[in-house]
């Protein structure tokens, strides 16, 4: 299984947790979970449920290609090309995004941190520019 299982709330394996933490990336809650398998009875308990802490609002929807639903530049706003402005992400490496809340937004070099420890295949990193968010 890999280091995330996307459900909602998602699953994130331990040592992809303790990768995060090693970075100072602290921002979300665990909780214990168990997860059986019905084809060999086994029961895996190395993956947590995760809340991740907190939204920043780090578009600059000025420069940003985006639709605002309802006018209001919050929550579920599309984007076709997300600018950030660093000025509000304070140094945060990981977090979700007050503009569109399904995006989780990772410094880069935290991404390189988790792709030397062997994440790469199990998580999915796109430039702002190349990914619809």
Request: aromatic share 10%; net charge negative; with cysteine.
């Amino acid at each position: 299984m890999g280091a995330i299982i996307y459900t909602n709330p998602p699953l994130w394996r331990d040592d992809f947790i303790a990768a995060l933490k090693e970075c100072g990336v602290y921002d979300f809650d665990l909780y214990d979970v168990a997860i059986h398998d019905p084809d060999d009875g086994a029961i895996h308990t190395h993956y947590k449920v995760v809340n991740m802490l907190g939204l920043i609002a780090a578009a600059d929807m000025d420069k940003s290609v985006a639709t605002a639903h309802d006018g209001i530049p919050l929550i579920d706003v599309d984007f076709d090309e997300l600018v950030v402005d660093e000025t509000t992400t304070k140094g945060i490496q990981m977090f979700r995004l007050a503009e569109s809340t399904n995006a989780i937004l990772v410094h880069e070099k935290l991404r390189d941190v988790l792709l030397e420890k062997g994440f790469g295949s199990d998580i999915a990193f796109y430039d702002f520019g190349e990914a619809a968010i």
